[in-house]
């Protein structure tokens, strides 16, 4: 259930998980990234991660559904940060515009999508479970939905998404390749070895392997 969640963002979004993001340099002290000007401290990336830790803790009964462990939490909330980043960024620099009806359009429709997966209508609760979405995060993630969305009209002509032919879709996912890669040489992107480091391919944040534990080789 939660794979099928977290790809169930709609074409658009999909395909936004193929882009190629690298994260190199050092970080300043007290941030867990940097991307661009803005700075993800520490401490806010800690809040976020013990929101929902909390609704974690509330729902005993859902935590088979999710394949993530306490331990993960701060990867995955800092994934979606730094996603919700980016994006923005792009759109500044198409001038794509985002209201808040547009936010709460997109992710009443994402969560209308699960609840459809799942055969039963999903709570905000089990949303934020299911997705690695802390609740205070639920905004940005429909801004960061409905951008992607608007994004990929704009640059295939289409009037909306259930529209877009395969063509389109291949249009969009090359279109928006490049915006990301655009974007990340703009940003600058660098994430604290402490909390790992981003998977090009999946757009996610992974375990740093630790050396040091590895067994030694004979001579």
């Keep these: 259930m939660f794979r099928t969640v977290i790809r169930s963002f709609g074409a658009a979004a999909a395909l936004a998980v193929l882009v190629c993001l ?3 340099g050092p970080v300043r002290v007290g941030a867990a990234a940097i991307v661009g000007t803005q700075r993800i401290s520490t401490s806010t990336l800690s809040g976020e991660v013990a929101d929902l830790n909390e609704v974690y803790q509330a729902h005993p009964a ?3 559904s999710v394949q993530y462990t306490t331990a993960q939490m701060p990867r995955l909330v800092l994934m979606w940060l ?3 980043r980016v994006i923005s960024d792009i759109a500044r620099h198409n001038g794509v515009q985002v209201t808040a009806a547009d936010a709460q359009g997109a992710l009443a429709t994402v969560r209308a999508q699960a609840g459809q997966q799942a055969g039963a209508p999903v709570s905000s609760a089990q949303f934020a479970l299911l997705s ?3 609740p205070r995060m639920a905004g940005q993630f429909g801004r960061y939905q409905a951008t992607i969305e608007k994004l990929a009209l ?3 002509g289409a ?3 259930s529209s877009l032919t395969q063509a389109q879709q291949q249009q969009f996912s090359k279109r928006i390749q490049a915006e990301l890669a655009a974007a990340v040489k703009r940003l600058n992107i660098k994430i604290n070895p402490r909390f790992g480091r981003l998977n090009a391919a999946q757009l996610s944040i992974v375990a ?3 050396r040091l534990s590895r067994p030694g080789t004979s001579a």
């Design 62 to 64: 859902l935590r088979r």
């Design 22 to 24: 690298v994260g190199c």
């Design 154 to 156: 704009l640059y295939t």
């Design 82 to 84: 730094v996603r919700f």
């Design 132 to 134: 690695a979405v802390p």
């Design 208 to 210: 740093t392997p630790d």
């Design 159 to 161: 009037k909306n998404l």
